[in-house]
T-cell receptor, first 112, second 116 residues
Framework: GESVGLHLPTLSVQEGDNSIINCAYSNSASDYFIWYKQESGKGPQFIIDIRSNMDKRQGQRVTVLLNKTVKHLSLQIAATQPGDSAVYFCAEANQAGTALIFGKGTTLSVSS | GAGVSQSPRYKVAKRGQDVALRCDPISGHVSLFWYQQALGQGPEFLTYFQNEAQLDKSGLPSDRFFAERPEGSVSTLKIQRTQQEDSAVYLC??????????????FGPGTRLTVL
């Protein structure tokens, strides 16, 4: 079946460090991947997305890497700030393109 | 600018009551999604609308769950005869394009439903 998972439930870093959050997916036919940030009491907020015809995509302080060979997705956050503290979810589109399938999430804690 | 809004933000229901949760998507967004998020978990897909057509309802957990979007804008998720296991945050998302499942979805703040 289709599923998306994450390697670590929590990640603690110091302010200014670079953070890497990892995600494994199971469907080799998946075409679209997305990272969301969710703060307590709020809905998920878009960070960055990537399609399967790309290996890397960069945004402001964030980079998403896609390794289709091992079905692995990662989110890199440069110069992590306390405001980056949240739960991060990776998700993939289902094959019908009608839904996102979310993993369980990684809680990022940034200490100053 | 206006994002996705949901109401109520919090709802407490007694077991067996019916509830209705409202979603106002971003104006002009074709695709609308409902997700259920249990505590400590990622959102799980419930149903998808393309304009007023409900194209995918494979995630609805039982026939007690019903969703509609009659005019292709506002959507309502209705849960009949609520059970304790229905307690969760219900998230609505919208997307500008058709086949919005593989494009950026904009999420609302969610409705936290607690069934006593």
């Amino acid at each position: 079946g289709e599923s998306v998972g994450l390697h670590l439930p929590t990640l603690s870093v110091q302010e200014g460090d670079n953070s890497i959050i990892n995600c494994a997916y199971s469907n080799s036919a998946s075409d679209y991947f997305i990272w969301y940030k969710q703060e307590s009491g709020k809905g998920p907020q878009f960070i960055i997305d990537i399609r399967s015809n790309m290996d890397k995509r960069q945004g402001q302080r964030v980079t998403v890497l896609l390794n289709k060979t091992v079905k692995h997705l990662s989110l890199q956050i440069a110069a992590t700030q306390p405001g980056d503290s949240a739960v991060y979810f990776c998700a993939e589109a289902n094959q019908a393109g009608t839904a996102l399938i979310f993993g369980k999430g990684t809680t990022l804690s940034v200490s100053s | 600018g206006a994002g996705v809004s949901q109401s109520p933000r919090y709802k407490v229901a007694k077991r067996g009551q019916d509830v209705a949760l409202r979603c106002d998507p971003i104006s002009g967004h074709v695709s609308l999604f409902w997700y259920q998020q249990a505590l400590g978990q990622g959102p799980e897909f419930l149903t998808y609308f393309q304009n007023e057509a409900q194209l995918d309802k494979s995630g609805l957990p039982s026939d007690r769950f019903f969703a509609e979007r009659p005019e292709g804008s506002v959507s309502t998720l209705k849960i009949q005869r609520t059970q304790q296991e229905d307690s969760a945050v219900y998230l609505c998302a919208s997307s500008l394009v058709f086949r919005g499942g593989d494009n950026e979805q904009f999420f609302g703040p969610g409705t936290r439903l607690t069934v006593l």
